[in-house]
Structure formats: structure tokens, C-alpha cells
């Protein structure tokens, strides 16, 4: 026994790890989220390819992170124990929490990847290449930062474009990714436009310095390693330093992002030595503190978990304003409907292409930013109202005016005009009632957005100037 411990006890202590996230740390809103994804099975969804639906489509709130959780302890089971032991050393790993996340995904999927091009490397035949297109399209499905890992591998392996099995793989890949593809045209693009365009905002070289900061803190055996390890794990850290330094710089970045650097960790030179071992031991006792609620919430990390959502009264239609987080995390925890709302220029989400489910009935709407009453020992207000779906109303422009059905736009509603730039909110201008036309100046050196609201609360539709 004794003897096994000792040969096994980085894969202990990462599955000891696993199983305390597991039961110790409540579901996030992240995951609220992706789980509410599963309720509609589609080709796409608004912020990421797929396959969190897909997978979340076949669990429920008692199960939700089953699935996730036994694929991770596939990966560690089978995973060399000099292996584990370098990843529990480097701190950045311990972002990896096993949950129901694409980051979950997107590192497996990654690590199939790369175990299915070093099979083709050594044996270039055609269920090779076939196994390795698959592996590159799972890895599509699960999140677009698997590019910089296919962009890496071609460049670290430059020579190999001559192998003629290597284009059946991207075939394979290209087929398997069409349907995805096929859903993003009929939907505009949308998912690509979000992250390449409405992420970012106010440029900032102060965000690029929190975030090469932490990335250095969280990563530094790698970086420190850099010299020695392989082409295409060089290029893999410069095109996603490079590609985050300028979300950064933009004022979009997560810091989560870089987990996609767990696939370079096999490639670093590291001891098992006692230093090596002891430094991996504290690194999993801070790990293991932050199961402790107090200690989260001196962190400010319980906005992740959102505890306020369980007081809320399930009895009444509810709706959140501006954050799809909180409408996901009440749907998790009480399996009834609810909705975010948002107004222009807010993040969007999943729930903008859904529809709204209390068309034209009286509802709850909470909010963190204190329009209404204040719900006691809480920090949402709240405002009740009847509130109406008017994102399918059809509209045209003629000569510069807008035209539509003012019979389709309930009392109540009034026009209002957004002006952005560069990501900001300058203006809001309430113009007129929903049933007269609406007359404004447009600004072409500006971004904005005629829509209909009620008493400030958004309606659904967003016209583009």
C-alpha cells in the first residue's frame, strides 16, 4: 500500500482535488447557463460552438457535472503520473476545475488531439488522418481557441504539408464543423461577431499589464521553460499571448483563456525533486481553501455563485435585467422558466435568441442596478410590470424613415434612441410613444440603436442605425 501511494499520489491528490470541487463548490452561473443551453438542442448557440449543449442536453440539476467529472478522471487515470505531478506544480492548471465548462472541454478535446497528430506523425495512414480529423472537429465543437492549437501544430510541423493523409484529416475536420458553420450563416454570423466585435471596448495598456501580470504569475514554468520546449508549443504561448495581450488591450480578456496552455505543460523540463513536490503540496492546499465559503467571499469570488439567487420568490414570472447569469442560476436551482433582459449595448446572450416565455403577462423583474424597490437583505430591486416580446415586429426604411405596424406595439411603449462609441454609452434620448414615428438625427461617426422600451425595461427589439 504503501508503495502504491507513493507511485500514485499526484493522481490521488488530482482526483481528491476533483472530488472536492465536485461536492464542495456549488454550481456556477457559468454552468446554470450552459446547462439551460441543453434544454434546446441546436447546431450553435450565441457564445460558444455546441458541444456543452449537446452534453449538458443529457443531464439535470442532480447531474449536471457527472459527465464532465468522469471524462476528467478518465484523463487523469490514464494519464502518466510524472505528468499529473507537473500539472498540479504549475498554478495556472488549477483553473481547471472539472465543471460543466467548455474549458473542460477544450482541454481534453485538446489533448486528444494532440495524442491522435503524434499516432499520424508515427503512422501517417488513412484511419490515422480519419482519427485525427474527428479529434480536430470535437475539439472545434468545444471552443474557438482550439484554432491556436491547429494553427500551432502547422507551423511547428511546417514540413509535414507534403503528407498527402494530412489533407484527409482537414477534410474530415471541414465536413464534420459544416453543420456548425451552416447554423452560424443562417444566424449572421452571430457568435463570431460578439467576440470579434462586440466584446471589446475602451482600450486600455493598463489591462494589458494586469494581464500579462497574472499570466506570469499563474504560468511561469512555462515561460521560464520556453527556450526548451518544441516549435509548436513556442508557437502556441507567442499567438496566444498575442491574441489575448489585444482582448486585453480592447477590454475583453479572461484570464480562464489561458488553460490552453495545460496542453505545453508535458513539454516543460521539470524534476520530481522534494522542493518540486512540497511547492505542488501548498499549491494544493490554496486549491483546496477556496472550498471554504468565507474564504471565497473575501476573494469576491461568490459572484460566480450568486448564493442571493435563493430567496428569490418562485411563485411569480421572473425576469432579470442585464444579466443572463442570474436568469440561468434561478432556472438551475428552481426548474421554472425565467429570462434575461437586455438593454443596448449590454453583453448578450443565449436568451436573445430565445424566445421570451411571458408574452403579455405580469412579471418580476430583478436588477442589480436599483431601479424599483429595494428587496430586502439583498441586492437586487425589483419592479413589476406587463411586458411584451417585440423582437419579431417587422420594420423597413423608406427614404430615411422608419416604417411599421404601430398596431403591433402595446400602450405603454415608447421609442428611444442609444448613441455608442467605442463600446460606451453617450446618450440615451427618449424620442416619442411607440405609436407615432419616431424622428431623430442620425450621427454616422457614431454606434446606435433605435428601440422600444417601457419604463426603461427593454422590449426586444433593436433596430441598427
Not at 465559503?293 to 430567496?311: A, G, K
Request: aromatic share 16%; glycine share 6%; charged share 15%.
Amino acid at each position: 500500500m504503501k508503495e502504491f501511494l507513493s507511485q500514485n499520489q499526484y493522481r490521488i491528490l488530482t482526483i481528491l482535488l476533483l472530488l472536492g470541487n465536485f461536492y464542495l463548490l456549488p454550481v456556477t452561473a457559468d454552468e446554470a447557463y450552459y446547462f439551460s443551453w441543453g434544454k434546446h438542442i441546436s447546431w450553435g448557440y450565441f457564445d460558444h460552438p455546441p458541444l456543452i449543449g449537446w452534453i449538458t442536453s443529457l443531464t439535470n440539476s442532480s447531474t449536471l457535472r457527472i459527465p464532465f467529472l468522469f471524462a476528467t478522471m478518465l484523463f487523469v487515470i490514464i494519464t502518466k503520473e510524472q505528468l499529473l505531478g507537473k500539472l498540479l506544480f504549475v498554478p495556472g492548471v488549477h483553473l481547471l476545475l472539472g465543471g460543466a465548462l467548455p474549458d473542460t472541454l477544450i482541454v481534453l478535446s485538446g489533448f486528444l488531439v494532440i495524442y491522435s497528430f503524434k499516432k499520424w506523425l508515427s503512422d501517417s495512414t488513412v484511419i490515422n488522418a480519419v482519427i485525427l480529423g474527428i479529434t480536430v472537429a470535437v475539439l472545434g465543437y468545444s471552443k474557438f481557441h482550439g484554432i491556436l492549437l491547429v494553427l500551432s501544430l502547422a507551423i511547428g510541423f511546417w514540413s509535414k504539408r507534403g503528407e498527402r493523409s494530412l489533407y484527409l484529416a482537414i477534410v474530415v475536420a471541414a465536413i464534420a464543423l459544416t453543420p456548425y458553420l451552416v447554423w452560424q450563416s443562417e444566424n449572421n454570423w452571430i457568435t463570431f461577431n460578439y467576440h470579434f466585435k462586440e466584446r471589446f471596448h475602451t482600450t486600455s495598456i493598463q489591462s494589458v499589464i494586469e494581464f500579462f501580470g497574472i499570466t506570469l504569475l499563474l504560468w511561469w514554468p512555462i515561460l521560464i521553460h520556453f527556450k526548451k520546449i518544441r516549435l509548436w508549443a513556442k508557437s502556441l504561448v507567442i499567438l496566444s499571448l498575442v491574441l489575448f495581450g489585444l482582448g486585453a488591450y480592447k477590454g475583453s480578456v479572461e484570464i480562464h483563456w489561458s488553460l490552453i496552455w495545460i496542453w505545453i505543460i508535458p513539454e516543460i523540463p521539470l524534476r520530481n525533486s522534494s522542493i518540486v513536490r512540497q511547492m505542488t503540496y501548498v499549491l494544493v492546499l490554496i486549491h483546496c481553501l477556496f472550498w471554504i465559503p468565507n474564504v471565497r467571499r473575501y476573494f469576491n469570488l461568490e459572484l460566480h455563485f450568486r448564493p442571493e439567487i435563493y430567496s428569490l420568490d418562485t411563485n411569480v414570472n421572473t425576469v432579470f435585467l442585464d444579466s443572463y447569469q442570474d436568469a440561468a442560476l434561478f432556472e438551475y436551482e428552481t426548474s421554472k422558466k425565467s429570462y434575461s433582459l437586455a438593454h443596448p449595448g449590454i453583453r448578450l446572450s443565449q436568451y436573445n435568441l430565445t424566445s421570451y416565455p411571458f408574452n403579455g403577462k405580469q412579471v418580476v423583474v430583478y436588477n442589480r442596478m436599483g431601479m424599483g424597490k429595494e428587496l430586502s437583505d439583498s441586492p437586487f430591486h425589483f419592479v413589476q410590470d406587463t411586458l411584451y416580446d417585440l423582437s419579431k415586429i417587422t420594420y423597413s426604411w423608406n427614404s430615411g424613415r422608419l416604417e411599421i405596424d404601430h398596431n403591433e406595439i402595446p400602450l405603454g411603449y415608447n421609442w428611444v434612441l442609444y448613441s455608442y462609441e467605442n463600446g460606451e454609452q453617450l446618450n440615451r434620448k427618449v424620442i416619442c410613444e411607440g405609436q407615432t414615428d419616431p424622428i431623430f438625427n442620425r450621427d454616422t461617426h457614431l454606434s446606435q440603436f433605435l428601440t422600444l422600451e417601457k419604463n426603461w425595461l427593454p422590449s426586444g427589439l433593436w433596430i441598427p442605425l
